[in-house]
């Protein structure tokens, strides 16, 4: 074989090679991308559903008014995010504080026992737990994805096509802060 044919080879070989991290890392950012939208179909079912259980609760609790005007507010801003995976890092900080007040409102239902044996209300709030449910699994997956293209983006030699066609890490979704909390039993039994 002559110098030219094996040159020949070579460059189609290496051809060949930096296509497939190409390809392998648009699959990986891909699949993100469609994991983050799972996130994003389960949120917005909790959106849905917010404005049914405060709608509820709202006759029985004048005395959370304010938590309820801040959950409406938090849930409109969350609604308005326009979709799309380059808004990530504000559905991640809205997500954080509404997980948050909910928890606040759900604490807060459990002091009005007329109210948690609402037949609409106890309906409502089976579905909200549903709901939250789903969207733990859908950051289970999101963050699995996520893993997977920041594992791509950062080691060799991926790193560097990734670098050449900009392809980027991708946050987690991180558990809020009040999540992370430890559950005191006994909060539950006074």
Known sequence: MSGTMLALIAAVVVIGWAYSIYASLIKKRN?????????DVQLKKRYDLIPNILTIAQKYMDHERGLLEEVTKLRNQAVNIPDGFENIDRKIALDTQI??????????????????????????????????????AARRFYNSAALELKNAVEIFPSSLVARMINVKAVDFFKAAEN?????????FLK
Do not use: C, W
């Open 31 to 39: 699949k993100a991308g469609e994991a983050f939208s799972s996130i």
């Open 99 to 136: 997980a948050q007040k909910m928890g606040q409102f759900v604490v807060a239902v459990e002091n009005y026992p007329q109210l948690k044996a609402d037949q609409p209300m106890m309906t409502a709030m089976q579905t909200y737990n549903e709901v939250e449910e789903h969207i733990a």
């Open 179 to 187: 999540e992370r909390q430890p559950v005191n039993a006994a909060d």
